[in-house]
């Protein structure tokens, strides 16, 4: 039994030991898999500003948000999370791009105005975008009293005209609904349509009716945006404030693993592994993911580290009260972890929820520091429950059992 508990040891050690290196070096000459290959922000690495303006057209404040919005949906889709949109003056959008080297690139890979198409079944176009006056999220009430939720459509005059035909021509098919060659909705034409007023109906929830709106007016915008100006722009804050960074990090975590060890003694050696194991996994993460990674990101890996000492440290003072209990320490270690679950998961989930919530309403950093914050409290929650718990039953199984090991320094202190 002891043979086996410092095998799997050995093998745990060496699992931290390779995911150290993975997560520094990583894969071939591009890092993959390390942090080497992980995409730096605008404040970090620099990137590229855009500056694009309504082509020949007065926007009204709803129209420019519709195209800021079309602009971050795009940004988001190709993992520019830490992009940066604004509007500048009443007809100007300037958007920052982190970790792009060439403003030309950018420009096209961004691409213009959305365009929206109805087509037919056999795909033929039967109208634009510049046929869509607006589209809208209405609710009415369903069967039972239950709320249903629709996408109302208001047509111009000749998009009217066009739909009227449209749907005379297709009745009983569906007509389906294109933005930047997407499908975005394959309604079925039930009635022939001649008012100028349309509704998709389907098994929509208030926000998935509200993104489809939103897409449709995005796509239905009455201008176009044309780069007025490209330039590539220099870190914000550069090597210095990354570099910085790093630094305060390594010392912050050697300070914890000291801590640990001093104060913890075999539980905290433990959590040492687990913790290594938990940075190796995260920088694996952001790099496996390419999640752009600024100044508020490296905040929330940090944060995200106490977190993941702090389960640990619950599950130690539980562990502290379950070996007056007699029973084995293996029997012990079990019954630690069973009971301090719950305490860990809410605490988790509570902070995984206000993650969520900076990521659904914020925008640039704010987002960053959510994803790094995420992707920490899911990992730390699977090393401090899984990784330690296995790591402290086989450093019991080797043979480092008595109590004496396992009572914290401060309250050994106190009951001599």
Request: aromatic content about 6%.
């Amino acid at each position: 039994m002891r043979s086996k508990s410092v095998l799997f040891l050995a093998i745990t050690v060496l699992i931290a030991a390779g995911l150290g290196a993975l997560s520094y070096f990583g894969v071939g000459a591009e890092h993959i898999l390390g942090v080497g290959n992980i995409r730096q922000g605008l404040d970090l690495q620099g990137g590229v500003s855009i500056l694009y303006a309504a082509v020949n057209y007065s926007p009204n404040q709803t129209e420019m948000n519709s195209a800021i919005s079309l602009i971050r949906t795009r940004l988001d889709s190709k993992n520019y999370t830490e992009a940066e949109v604004s509007q500048q003056g009443s007809d100007h959008i300037r958007v920052d791009i982190p970790g792009v080297e060439d403003a030309e690139a950018a420009v096209t890979e961004l691409g213009a105005t959305a365009q929206l198409v109805f087509r037919d079944v056999d795909g033929n176009e039967l109208l634009t975008g510049a046929d869509v006056s607006n589209a809208t999220r209405q609710v009415y009430q369903g069967q039972g009293g239950a709320a249903q939720y629709i996408v109302s459509l208001d047509f111009t005059a000749e998009g009217t005209t066009k739909f009227a035909q449209a749907t005379t021509d297709n009745l009983n098919k569906t007509i389906s609904i294109f933005l930047d060659e997407q499908m975005i909705s394959s309604p079925t034409v039930n009635a022939a349509i001649t008012d100028g007023h349309a509704i998709i109906e389907g098994d929509f929830s208030a926000e998935s009716a509200e993104y489809l709106a939103r897409t449709i007016r995005q796509g239905s915008l009455p201008f176009s945006l044309e780069p007025a100006s490209m330039d590539n722009v220099g870190a914000k804050l550069g090597a210095t404030a990354l570099n910085g960074s790093i630094l305060a990090g390594i010392i912050g975590t050697a300070l914890i693993l000291l801590f640990m060890l001093v104060i913890y003694r075999v539980s905290g050696l433990a959590a040492d592994i687990a913790l290594v194991i938990y940075i190796g996994i995260v920088l694996v993460l952001l790099s496996l993911f390419r999640i752009t990674l600024t100044l508020p990101g490296i905040a929330g890996i940090i944060l995200s580290i106490g977190m993941a000492v702090d389960a640990n440290v619950i599950i130690f003072e539980r562990l502290q009260e379950e070996v007056r209990s007699k029973r084995t320490m293996r029997a012990n270690v079990e019954a630690s972890f069973k009971r301090a679950f719950p305490s860990i998961l809410d605490s988790n989930v509570t902070t995984l929820i206000a993650a969520g919530v900076l990521f659904w309403l914020g925008t640039g950093p704010i987002k960053g520091f959510a994803q790094t914050l995420a992707i920490g409290i899911v990992v730390s929650m699977f090393t401090a429950l899984t990784c330690t718990r296995f790591i402290l039953q086989n450093l019991v199984g080797a043979g480092l059992s008595k109590e004496s090991m396992f009572v914290p320094v401060a309250k050994e202190a106190k009951q001599a």
